[in-house]
T-cell receptor
Framework: KQEVTQIPAALSVPEGENLVLNCSFT??????LQWFRQDPGKGLTSLLL?????REQTSGRLNASLDKSSGRSTLYIAASQPGDSATYLC???????????????FGKGTLLTVNP | NAGVMQNPRHLVRRRGQEARLRCSPM?????VYWYRQLPEEGLKFMVY????????ESGMPKERFSAEFPKEGPSILRIQQVVRGDSAAYFC?????????????FGSGTRLTVV
């Protein structure tokens, strides 16, 4: 059974700092990994999607890496801003061989606070 | 493209009442997935539907919960005789295919509060 862990559970940083959020998963048979942002009381906004064959994806100040063999992904946020404050979720989609490959397994998220 | 639309955004029900949550997938998407987010928990898969078919309901509680995705109209998640433990955020996602490289697009969710 896939388990996804996100560390730390909460992080508070001053504005301008570069930061890394971590996501680990127990079963390396994945199809892809997706990072989401969730604002309080709001829905999920997809940030980056990394296919299992890829090592990283970049979008603006965000960079996500994937090391499938070690079961790890990181989300790097450069020059953080107060508007980046939100909960960041990672979700793993299993590979075809794992069956039920449409089911995402989510971590509990990292609550990020960027202080002005 | 209006994205995945869920309504209502907030729903308050008394214990024993019925809750009906609606989800309209993105245009061109024929696959719908429902997830539940309990307080302090990660999102958990509930059910996967295609038009007029339930493909996988393994994450649905065995009683009181049902889901449908009719030929016309939105997908409906129905919770009968709600209890306090049903209070959660319910999210719907859609995709055009299950075997593509496409990620999932989620709606804004329905926050159900049972009083």
């Amino acid at each position: 059974k896939q388990e996804v862990t996100q560390i730390p559970a909460a992080l508070s940083v001053p504005e301008g700092e570069n930061l890394v959020l971590n996501c680990s998963f127990t079963d390396s048979a994945i199809y892809n990994l997706q990072w989401f942002r969730q604002d309080p009381g709001k829905g999920l906004t997809s940030l980056l999607l990394i296919q299992s064959s890829q090592r990283e994806q970049t979008s603006g100040r965000l960079n996500a890496s994937l090391d499938k063999s070690s079961g790890r992904s990181t989300l790097y946020i450069a020059a953080s801003q107060p508007g980046d404050s939100a909960t960041y979720l990672c979700a793993v989609r299993p590979s075809e061989s794992g069956g039920s490959n449409y089911k995402l397994t989510f971590g509990k998220g990292t609550l990020l606070t960027v202080n002005p | 493209n209006a994205g995945v639309m869920q309504n209502p955004r907030h729903l308050v029900r008394r214990r024993g009442q019925e809750a009906r949550l609606r989800c309209s997938p993105m245009k061109g998407h024929s696959h719908v997935y429902w997830y539940r987010q309990l307080p302090e928990e990660g999102l958990k898969f509930m059910v996967y539907l295609q038009k007029e078919n339930i493909i996988d309901e393994s994450g649905m509680p065995k009683e009181r919960f049902s889901a449908e995705f009719p030929k016309e109209g939105p997908s409906i998640l129905r919770i009968q005789q709600v209890v306090r433990g049903d209070s959660a955020a319910y999210f719907c996602a859609s995709s055009p295919l299950t075997d593509s490289n496409y990620g999932y697009t989620f709606g804004s969710g329905t926050r159900l509060t049972v009083v």
